[in-house]
């Protein structure tokens, strides 16, 4: 073979040898956590044991501060994902708080609706995603919070949302997750604190929860 066709040929394997490393570095640039483990953490609510992916604590990999006995998810609405922590949470993504804690009497859906009952107003009006809301009378200890609330009774979802966040909590005027609602499931109390924006949404979110709950049994 002619020098020269030598010559032609190794360039073009040099050519495509330099492509195909490219491509893969492209490839790897694009998905580079892809074949990272998900980091799992065991942990116990009373008899239930959980093992609960770190990524959704929003906690680093050496964190120790850890909860005994109770379990805190940081979720990203409404992928349900991990949350955005530190200066990307800013950016206008809004996401879920949950915390899972041993079953207390005063969260039995019956026992909270009862309490509330004696502080409303009379007054009720509709909310998009099928629920009624009613509003906490002056000097009652949920005075600037509103009660969205399933039909008939209640019973399927009552949350409490404060008609100024800013005043939700004091010390947290930053807080965009100020409307809160609990739960039982699985034999835990579920506590999720949301941003009102997503009410009408309270099916999905309920739902896609519990099922990330799931997701953690053992």
């Avoid at 492209?26 to 239930?48: D, K």
């Avoid at 509103?146 to 949350?159: I, K, N, Q, T």
């Avoid at 309920?206 to 049994?217: C, E, K, N, Q, S």
Wanted: aromatic letters at 6%.
């Amino acid at each position: 073979m002619p020098r020269a066709d030598q010559a032609v040929l190794k360039a073009a394997a040099a050519i495509m040898l330099v492509g195909g490393l490219a491509t893969g570095m492209a490839l790897y640039a694009t998905h580079p956590g892809e074949e990272r483990e998900t980091v799992v953490q065991p942990a116990r609510i009373g008899a239930i044991a959980l093992m609960v992916p770190q990524d959704l604590t929003g906690a680093e990999p050496d964190d120790s501060s850890r909860l005994v006995g109770m379990v805190r998810l940081r979720l990203d609405w409404p992928s349900l994902g991990p949350a955005a922590i530190g200066p990307t949470a800013l950016q206008s993504r809004q996401r879920l708080l949950v915390t899972l804690s041993p079953q207390d009497k005063v969260n039995e859906p019956q026992t909270q609706l009862s309490v509330y009952a004696r502080f409303l107003t009379p007054t009720v009006w509709s909310n998009p995603g099928g629920l009624v809301v009613r509003g906490f009378r002056k000097g009652s200890p949920y005075e600037g919070d509103e009660l969205y609330v399933s039909v008939p009774d209640g019973r399927g979802f009552a949350a409490r949302c404060p008609l100024d966040a800013a005043k939700a909590e004091p010390g947290r005027p930053d807080l965009d997750e100020p409307c809160r609602v609990t739960f039982r499931h699985r034999g835990m109390d579920v506590n999720i604190r949301f941003p009102r924006a997503i009410i009408a949404d309270w099916e999905l979110m309920l739902g896609g929860v519990r099922r990330t709950i799931d997701g953690m049994m053992r």
